[in-house]
């Protein structure tokens, strides 16, 4: 079953705002992580939160969970245009034996 | 720490014909996975190897692809005869024994069939 789908699918804003991401998933997770793909380039591991954390920060970045509602927030506060990129939110599900579900992502697009 | 590693960075190839894609995880980790993404879809699991054995395989899409993990290093994936639809980027990810859901990734392949 698909799940971790991003919304939206693609979001562009100038230097200095705020970018908000969602995530919404399906079945029960142990964790949710957010990655980050720059174009054409590897994906990077940006931000981890287990099952019963409900919000997290990490620089720039502030990730919350909503287990309740199946649902996660990513937030980058004063963006830059080098935090271009496709995010992706990815869950490992309670019986996924470890493998990662991904979401389609959301591009993000920061103009200068 | 050396990260990820993936060769080649980029294949092209007819289709019918065979590619063999490497991934050599971050040493010391037990587990690597391999992921796709095609077509701008969402990135999908492929399989899963614990050391040289394979975990989950339930993502191969068919007998077309064939991993291999020797020796609990790196890994290989082929694919033959190539398709059309098999065109995409392939991740490779690697992890701790301990910390199965922090997984790093490569680079990726991106593979063209045409």
């Known amino acids: 079953s698909q799940q971790g789908e991003e919304d939206p699918q693609a979001l562009s804003i100038q230097e200095g705002e705020n970018a908000t991401m969602n995530c919404s998933y399906k079945?029960?997770?142990?964790?949710l992580q957010w990655y980050r793909q720059n174009s054409g380039r590897g994906l990077v591991h940006l931000i981890l939160?287990?099952?019963?954390?409900r919000e997290k920060h990490s620089g720039r970045l502030r990730v919350t969970l909503d287990t309740s509602k199946k649902s996660s927030s990513l937030l980058i506060t004063a963006s830059r245009a080098a935090d271009t990129a496709s995010y992706f939110c990815?869950?490992?599900?309670?019986?996924?034996?470890?493998?990662?579900?991904f979401g389609t992502g959301t591009r993000l697009l920061v103009s200068p | 720490e050396a990260g990820v590693t993936q060769f080649p960075s980029h294949s092209v190839i007819e289709k019918g014909q065979t590619v063999t894609l490497r991934c050599d995880p971050i040493?010391?980790?037990?587990?690597l996975y391999w992921y796709r993404r095609v077509m701008g879809k969402e990135i999908k699991f492929l399989l899963h190897?614990?050391?040289?054995?394979?975990?989950?395989e339930s993502g191969m899409p068919n007998n077309r692809f064939l991993a291999e993990r020797t020796g609990g290093t790196y890994s290989t994936l082929k694919v033959q005869p190539a398709e059309l639809e098999d065109s995409g980027v392939y991740f490779c990810?690697?992890?701790?024994?301990?910390?199965?859901?922090?997984?790093?990734f490569g680079p990726g392949t991106r593979l063209t069939v045409t």
């Open positions: 990810a690697s992890s701790h024994r301990t910390t199965a859901f922090e997984q790093y």
């Open positions: 079945t029960s997770i142990n964790n």
């Open positions: 939160i287990r099952s019963n954390e």
């Open positions: 990815a869950t490992d599900e309670v019986r996924g034996f470890q493998k990662l579900v």
């Open positions: 040493s010391g980790h037990d587990n």
């Open positions: 190897f614990v050391k040289e054995s394979k975990q989950d």
